[in-house]
């Protein structure tokens, strides 16, 4: 299997986990802030780092019907967002693929 090595970010403002400290995301790869989770505000990233992702589940959210996967932090296991796998509605579908990060469980690391 092998050792699991964390990736570090080199931005100036870097998201991580509020839990353990660990690199998550760049500011720069966000693409909206408008976004709602179950602690509060969200942001939609292009990517992320450090993160594993759950099993595929549909959920019924506000804008729609989606299938997603928990995404939790590889050092500390906590929860942190998700990643949307398929949006059935077509005006949705620019979330394909793209993570969700919750605001609460986040803390800024530079």
């Known amino acids: 299997?092998?050792?699991?090595?964390?990736?570090?970010?080199?931005?100036?403002?870097?998201?991580?986990c509020k839990n353990c400290k660990t690199h998550l995301a760049d500011?720069?790869?966000?693409?909206?802030?408008?976004?709602?989770?179950?602690h509060?505000?969200?942001y939609l990233f292009n990517s992320v780092v450090n993160t594993s992702a759950g099993e595929a589940s549909e959920r019924n959210m506000t804008t729609g019907r989606h299938v997603v996967r928990d995404i939790v932090c590889k050092q500390c296991k906590e929860i942190v967002g998700w990643k949307y796998d398929r949006a059935y509605?077509?005006?949705?579908?620019?979330?394909?693929?793209k993570f969700i990060l919750e605001q609460e469980l986040l803390c800024q690391v530079s």
């Not at 299997?1 to 991580?16: D, F, H, P, Q, T």
């Not at 509605?89 to 693929?97: A, I, L, V």
């Open 40 to 42: 509060g505000k969200a």
């Open 1 to 16: 299997m092998g050792l699991a090595y964390n990736v570090y970010l080199n931005s100036k403002r870097i998201y991580g």
């Open 89 to 97: 509605e077509s005006t949705e579908k620019y979330k394909e693929g």
């Open 27 to 38: 500011h720069d790869e966000i693409i909206s802030r408008n976004f709602r989770g179950q």
